[in-house]
Protein backbone atom coordinates (compact mmCIF):
# COMPACT_ATOMS: atom_id res chain seq x y z
CA UNK A 1 0.00 0.00 0.00
CA UNK A 2 1.00 3.11 -1.08
CA UNK A 3 1.82 5.89 2.11
CA UNK A 4 2.24 9.65 2.33
CA UNK A 5 5.39 11.01 3.26
CA UNK A 6 6.19 14.01 4.54
CA UNK A 7 10.10 14.88 4.11
CA UNK A 8 11.34 18.36 5.90
CA UNK A 9 14.45 19.46 4.56
CA UNK A 10 13.59 17.93 1.48
CA UNK A 11 15.54 20.51 -1.26
CA UNK A 12 18.94 19.18 -0.37
CA UNK A 13 21.18 16.73 0.65
CA UNK A 14 20.20 13.82 3.02
CA UNK A 15 16.35 15.04 2.50
CA UNK A 16 16.13 15.01 -1.11
CA UNK A 17 17.91 11.22 -0.69
CA UNK A 18 15.37 9.88 1.68
CA UNK A 19 12.46 11.72 -0.38
CA UNK A 20 13.76 9.71 -3.55
CA UNK A 21 14.38 6.81 -1.52
CA UNK A 22 10.80 6.31 -0.88
CA UNK A 23 9.46 7.21 -3.54
CA UNK A 24 11.22 4.31 -5.11
CA UNK A 25 9.89 2.01 -2.64
CA UNK A 26 6.34 3.23 -4.00
CA UNK A 27 5.38 6.12 -1.63
CA UNK A 28 3.95 9.31 -2.02
CA UNK A 29 6.62 12.66 -1.16
CA UNK A 30 5.77 15.36 0.19
CA UNK A 31 8.76 17.83 0.28
CA UNK A 32 9.07 20.37 2.67
CA UNK A 33 11.67 23.62 2.94
CA UNK A 34 12.04 26.83 2.75
CA UNK A 35 13.11 27.47 -0.85
CA UNK A 36 10.68 26.76 -3.11
CA UNK A 37 12.66 26.52 -6.01
CA UNK A 38 14.53 24.03 -4.75
CA UNK A 39 11.61 21.94 -3.79
CA UNK A 40 9.79 22.21 -7.38
CA UNK A 41 13.08 20.79 -9.21
CA UNK A 42 13.76 18.22 -6.77
CA UNK A 43 9.74 16.94 -6.80
CA UNK A 44 10.12 17.19 -11.04
CA UNK A 45 13.18 14.55 -11.04
CA UNK A 46 11.12 12.09 -8.33
CA UNK A 47 8.01 12.93 -10.42
CA UNK A 48 4.18 12.71 -10.18
CA UNK A 49 4.46 11.05 -6.84
CA UNK A 50 5.96 14.22 -5.10
CA UNK A 51 5.04 16.99 -4.26
CA UNK A 52 5.97 20.31 -2.16
CA UNK A 53 5.31 22.90 0.38
CA UNK A 54 7.10 25.50 1.13
CA UNK A 55 6.92 26.94 4.73
CA UNK A 56 9.23 27.92 7.46
CA UNK A 57 9.31 25.19 10.04
CA UNK A 58 9.81 27.54 12.95
CA UNK A 59 6.96 28.96 12.77
CA UNK A 60 3.58 27.73 13.86
CA UNK A 61 2.23 29.31 10.67
CA UNK A 62 4.65 27.42 8.33
CA UNK A 63 3.50 23.93 10.27
CA UNK A 64 -0.17 24.57 9.91
CA UNK A 65 0.44 25.18 5.97
CA UNK A 66 1.88 21.91 5.98
CA UNK A 67 -0.97 20.25 7.71
CA UNK A 68 -3.55 21.68 5.62
CA UNK A 69 -1.58 20.14 2.67
CA UNK A 70 -2.01 16.49 3.68
CA UNK A 71 -5.20 14.69 4.43
CA UNK A 72 -3.18 11.59 6.53
CA UNK A 73 0.09 10.90 6.94
CA UNK A 74 1.99 7.84 7.53
CA UNK A 75 5.88 8.93 7.77
CA UNK A 76 7.11 12.04 9.15
CA UNK A 77 11.25 12.98 8.49
CA UNK A 78 12.00 15.27 10.44
CA UNK A 79 15.09 16.48 8.39
CA UNK A 80 15.35 20.24 8.31
CA UNK A 81 18.43 21.97 10.42
CA UNK A 82 21.87 23.67 9.69
CA UNK A 83 23.97 26.40 11.14
CA UNK A 84 25.70 29.52 10.67
CA UNK A 85 28.71 27.46 11.80
CA UNK A 86 29.54 31.59 13.31
CA UNK A 87 31.78 31.99 16.66
CA UNK A 88 30.23 34.80 17.74
CA UNK A 89 32.26 36.73 20.73
CA UNK A 90 29.49 39.65 21.87
CA UNK A 91 26.75 38.49 24.14
CA UNK A 92 24.03 39.88 21.83
CA UNK A 93 25.56 38.27 18.81
CA UNK A 94 25.86 34.66 20.93
CA UNK A 95 21.89 34.64 21.84
CA UNK A 96 21.25 35.17 17.93
CA UNK A 97 23.83 32.50 17.32
CA UNK A 98 21.83 30.34 20.12
CA UNK A 99 18.42 30.95 18.96
CA UNK A 100 18.46 30.69 15.20
CA UNK A 101 20.14 27.14 16.01
CA UNK A 102 17.41 26.22 18.23
CA UNK A 103 14.86 27.09 15.98
CA UNK A 104 16.26 25.54 12.30
CA UNK A 105 17.12 22.09 14.45
CA UNK A 106 14.71 22.09 17.32
CA UNK A 107 11.54 23.75 16.33
CA UNK A 108 11.53 22.76 12.84
CA UNK A 109 10.99 19.13 13.99
CA UNK A 110 8.96 20.32 16.82
CA UNK A 111 6.10 21.85 14.98
CA UNK A 112 6.13 19.97 11.66
CA UNK A 113 5.22 16.79 14.19
CA UNK A 114 2.80 18.72 16.66
CA UNK A 115 1.61 19.89 13.43
CA UNK A 116 1.00 16.87 12.24
CA UNK A 117 0.58 14.40 14.98
CA UNK A 118 -3.76 14.27 14.39
CA UNK A 119 -3.54 13.33 10.83
CA UNK A 120 -0.46 10.69 11.55
CA UNK A 121 -2.24 7.06 10.79
CA UNK A 122 -2.22 3.83 13.54
CA UNK A 123 1.61 2.13 13.50
CA UNK A 124 2.94 5.70 11.99
CA UNK A 125 6.44 6.46 12.43
CA UNK A 126 8.23 9.68 13.04
CA UNK A 127 12.15 9.75 12.29
CA UNK A 128 13.81 12.69 13.03
CA UNK A 129 17.53 13.38 11.79
CA UNK A 130 19.62 14.50 14.77
CA UNK A 131 23.70 14.77 14.44
CA UNK A 132 26.81 13.15 15.33
CA UNK A 133 27.39 16.87 16.80
CA UNK A 134 25.33 16.12 19.84
CA UNK A 135 27.73 13.04 20.81
CA UNK A 136 30.50 14.53 20.39
CA UNK A 137 29.85 18.32 20.63
CA UNK A 138 30.25 20.29 18.15
CA UNK A 139 32.46 23.37 17.80
CA UNK A 140 32.35 26.69 16.42
CA UNK A 141 29.87 28.06 19.65
CA UNK A 142 28.53 24.41 20.43
CA UNK A 143 25.02 25.95 19.46
CA UNK A 144 24.65 23.36 17.10
CA UNK A 145 25.68 20.51 18.92
CA UNK A 146 23.67 21.83 22.07
CA UNK A 147 20.62 21.89 19.27
CA UNK A 148 21.21 18.68 18.07
CA UNK A 149 21.06 17.32 21.39
CA UNK A 150 17.48 18.44 22.20
CA UNK A 151 16.10 16.32 19.93
CA UNK A 152 17.53 13.48 21.86
CA UNK A 153 15.08 14.27 24.96
CA UNK A 154 12.37 15.04 22.59
CA UNK A 155 12.39 11.67 20.30
CA UNK A 156 12.54 9.87 23.73
CA UNK A 157 9.07 11.93 24.97
CA UNK A 158 7.68 11.28 21.80
CA UNK A 159 8.31 7.38 21.29
CA UNK A 160 6.36 7.29 24.94
CA UNK A 161 3.75 9.71 23.71
CA UNK A 162 3.02 7.88 20.13
CA UNK A 163 3.79 4.56 21.77
CA UNK A 164 -0.01 3.77 22.74
CA UNK A 165 -1.14 4.03 19.21
CA UNK A 166 1.65 1.31 17.70
CA UNK A 167 3.22 4.52 16.21
CA UNK A 168 7.09 4.88 16.50
CA UNK A 169 9.59 7.81 16.88
CA UNK A 170 13.37 7.36 16.30
CA UNK A 171 16.30 9.50 15.80
CA UNK A 172 19.11 8.95 13.39
CA UNK A 173 22.24 10.51 14.02
CA UNK A 174 24.55 10.74 10.55
CA UNK A 175 28.43 11.47 10.94
CA UNK A 176 30.58 13.18 8.20
CA UNK A 177 27.91 13.73 5.44
CA UNK A 178 30.09 16.02 2.75
CA UNK A 179 27.14 15.59 -0.23
CA UNK A 180 25.50 18.74 1.55
CA UNK A 181 25.29 22.25 1.63
CA UNK A 182 25.60 21.90 5.36
CA UNK A 183 29.71 22.14 5.49
CA UNK A 184 29.41 25.43 2.43
CA UNK A 185 33.08 27.22 2.72
CA UNK A 186 34.60 25.49 5.63
CA UNK A 187 35.25 22.57 3.31
CA UNK A 188 38.58 21.57 1.88
CA UNK A 189 40.81 18.60 1.53
CA UNK A 190 41.91 18.67 5.04
CA UNK A 191 39.20 19.40 6.36
CA UNK A 192 37.30 16.34 4.69
CA UNK A 193 40.76 13.72 5.47
CA UNK A 194 40.28 14.75 8.88
CA UNK A 195 36.37 13.48 9.64
CA UNK A 196 37.43 10.55 7.05
CA UNK A 197 40.16 9.42 9.20
CA UNK A 198 38.01 9.80 12.56
CA UNK A 199 35.37 6.70 10.63
CA UNK A 200 36.57 3.35 11.29
CA UNK A 201 35.64 2.22 7.83
CA UNK A 202 38.03 4.71 6.01
CA UNK A 203 35.21 6.50 3.52
CA UNK A 204 32.49 9.57 4.02
CA UNK A 205 29.19 8.93 4.34
CA UNK A 206 26.99 9.47 1.46
CA UNK A 207 23.12 10.92 2.20
CA UNK A 208 22.04 7.19 0.59
CA UNK A 209 23.74 5.88 3.69
CA UNK A 210 21.06 7.42 5.58
CA UNK A 211 18.15 7.51 3.63
CA UNK A 212 18.30 3.66 3.71
CA UNK A 213 18.20 3.69 7.54
CA UNK A 214 15.62 6.08 7.48
CA UNK A 215 13.47 3.75 5.34
CA UNK A 216 14.44 0.68 7.29
CA UNK A 217 12.58 2.45 10.17
CA UNK A 218 10.05 3.98 8.34
CA UNK A 219 9.08 0.03 7.29
CA UNK A 220 7.24 -2.98 8.93
CA UNK A 221 10.28 -4.68 10.19
CA UNK A 222 11.40 -1.68 12.20
CA UNK A 223 7.60 -1.85 13.88
CA UNK A 224 9.24 -3.26 17.61
CA UNK A 225 12.20 -0.43 17.47
CA UNK A 226 11.13 3.19 19.03
CA UNK A 227 12.64 5.89 21.44
CA UNK A 228 16.07 5.12 19.53
CA UNK A 229 19.10 7.05 18.63
CA UNK A 230 20.56 5.62 15.41
CA UNK A 231 24.16 6.64 14.35
CA UNK A 232 25.03 6.26 11.21
CA UNK A 233 28.28 7.36 11.27
CA UNK A 234 30.64 4.58 9.82
CA UNK A 235 32.39 4.35 13.78
CA UNK A 236 32.96 7.73 14.43
CA UNK A 237 31.19 7.05 17.46
CA UNK A 238 30.54 3.20 18.87
CA UNK A 239 27.53 2.66 20.28
CA UNK A 240 25.99 5.40 22.23
Known amino acids: MSRTVVVSGGG ?11 VERGDRVVLV ?6 LRAVAETLGPEATWVAADLSTADGA ?26 ELDAIAREWRADFDQNVLTAVLLVAALRPKLAEQGRVIGVGSIGAQLG ?15 AWIFWLAAELGPTGATANLVLPG ?5 E ?22 AGTPADVASTVCFLASPE ?10 VNGGTVLGR
Open 12 to 22: TGIGRAVAAAF
Open 33 to 38: GRREPK
Open 138 to 152: SGYSGSYGAAKAALH
Open 222 to 231: AAFITGQLVG
Open 64 to 89: ALVARAVDRVHVIVAGAGGTSAAVPS
Open 176 to 180: YVPDT
Open 182 to 203: FFGERMNPQFHQARVDRTLVGR
